[in-house]
């Protein structure tokens, strides 16, 4: 894809979108930390039930840490693997409160020495919480990236350095959301709704499900 193809398709997911951002409920860094950590193989509908309900008790390191496991675990049980999702988040916690002075690192490295958080959770938070162009590559994300031809990898990592490379920069900070939010709406995995997609005139995919509109020209077909 060029470069004039990709600066039209984020054009477009901004005009729809101008200041996209995650589902996930948050009102501080922590907070999302803990709501990201919760979310591996969870829906975010579901994680903010759960959060809905543990962070009006408990929403610092401190507070987090008192509830113990078994106390974090009756907050979180609604969530799938909330038994090591509980452990991790208690070792996180007592790590922020001795090394960080209980709040949340700025840099991949420390956010990744956290327990529960591998390269995509850091990702996000970089992102969402302070600001940095980063992407984080979810299911998505990746399917999105590699279906319309934004950029091709077989893994993650791949996927998320051709993406740092190849979108424009003015974009690069909201990119994770737009690509998240067109995969989970749009660009489905089982059946895209190409039909109701504002970039498919642009889109590499040769599957497309049906129909172009008559106004959209074929030219990414």
Known sequence: MNREKRREIFSRLKAANPR?????????????????ILSAQATDKGVNKAT?????????????????????????????LFN???ENIIKTCAILNDKHAGEVPRTRAELEALPG??????????????????I???????????????????????????LLKSTPAEFLTDAHHWLILHGRYVCKARRPECERCIVADLCEFRGKTSAIPADLPLTGA
């Open 84 to 86: 090591a999702k509980a």
């Open 117 to 134: 958080v591998g390269r995509k959770t850091a990702n996000v938070i970089l992102n969402t919480a302070f600001g940095e162009p980063t």
């Open 20 to 36: 996209p951002t995650t589902e996930l409920e948050y009102r501080s860094p922590f907070e999302l930390l803990i709501a990201v």
């Open 136 to 162: 984080a590559v979810d299911t998505h994300i990746f399917r999105v990236a590699n279906r319309i031809g934004l950029t091709r990898g077989k893994t993650p990592l791949a996927v998320e350095k051709g």
């Open 52 to 80: 809905a309900r543990l962070f009006p008790v408990a929403n610092t390191p401190e507070a987090i840490f008192s509830l113990g496991v078994d106390g974090l675990k009756s907050y979180i049980r609604t969530i799938g």
